[in-house]
């Protein structure tokens, strides 16, 4: 049971590299999101998706864009990275019924330098 | 917009005693609340969650968690700490609107640390 799956785990980037990082889930859910973690700051919403075609900001969206084409699949992509991009980031996914809970990855660690 | 507090950035206990962890969360209406766990290098993994009905709730490794509406908050219990809860602990708030699509507010985080 994959539940959500995020590629790859770890990555360095240089300043102004372009990369995506994938999220795919198996476990049908409509509602997938994107939220990076910085030490000492718990987690902060990027972006978030209610289902196939259909994105919207959250509270920290820039220097990001992301796309769902599919149900299974949320890409986070950064253009131009920025060593404020530094941080773990963590997709999950959650039920269409609110008495549900988040799932998440494991997590990315990016590193710009 | 909601917001949630955890108030102890750091907790050491020694293995076998309690443990309560502090959350206060703000918001209009009734939310709902969870706990997560992170163990190092890991992703979060849910301990329990409250939407309605009992205030009690119970949840996975030995925790609970009472929500008290008065005090707006959601602190976790667990009456005998082993070494392997030591962990970072992630207090959160869900809400909802039209959709119900927001992702969760997640508080900063108590760092966990167990003494032998």
């Known amino acids: 049971n994959a539940g959500v799956t995020q590629t790859p785990k770890f990555r360095i980037l240089k300043i102004g590299q372009s990369m995506t990082l994938q999220c795919t889930q198996d476990?049908?859910?409509?509602?997938m999101y994107w939220y990076r973690q910085d030490p000492g700051m718990g987690l902060k919403l990027i972006y978030y998706?209610?289902?196939?075609?259909?994105?919207d900001k959250g509270e920290v969206p820039n220097g990001y864009n992301v796309s769902r084409s599919t149900t299974e699949d949320f890409p986070l992509r950064l253009e131009l990275a920025a060593p404020s991009q530094t941080s773990v980031y963590f997709c999950a996914s959650r039920g269409r019924a609110m008495n549900t809970e988040a799932f998440f990855g494991q997590g990315t660690r990016l590193t710009v330098v | 917009a909601q917001s949630v507090t955890q108030p102890d950035i750091h907790i050491t206990v020694s293995e076998g005693a309690s443990l309560e962890l502090r959350c206060n969360y703000s918001?209009?209406?009734?939310?709902?609340l969870f706990w997560y766990v992170q163990s190092p290098g890991q992703g979060l993994q849910l301990l329990l969650k409250?939407?309605?009905?009992?205030?009690l709730v119970q949840g996975i490794k030995g925790f609970e968690a009472e929500f008290k509406r008065s005090q707006s908050s959601f602190n976790l219990r667990k009456p005998s700490v082993h070494w392997s809860d030591a962990a970072e602990y992630f207090c959160a708030v869900g809400v909802s609107s039209g959709g119900g699509a927001d992702g969760l507010t997640f508080g900063k985080g108590t760092h966990l640390i167990i003494q032998p």
């Open positions: 918001y209009g209406a009734t939310p709902y």
């Open positions: 476990m049908n859910h409509n509602y």
């Open positions: 998706s209610v289902g196939a075609g259909i994105t």
């Open positions: 409250y939407f309605s009905g009992d205030t």
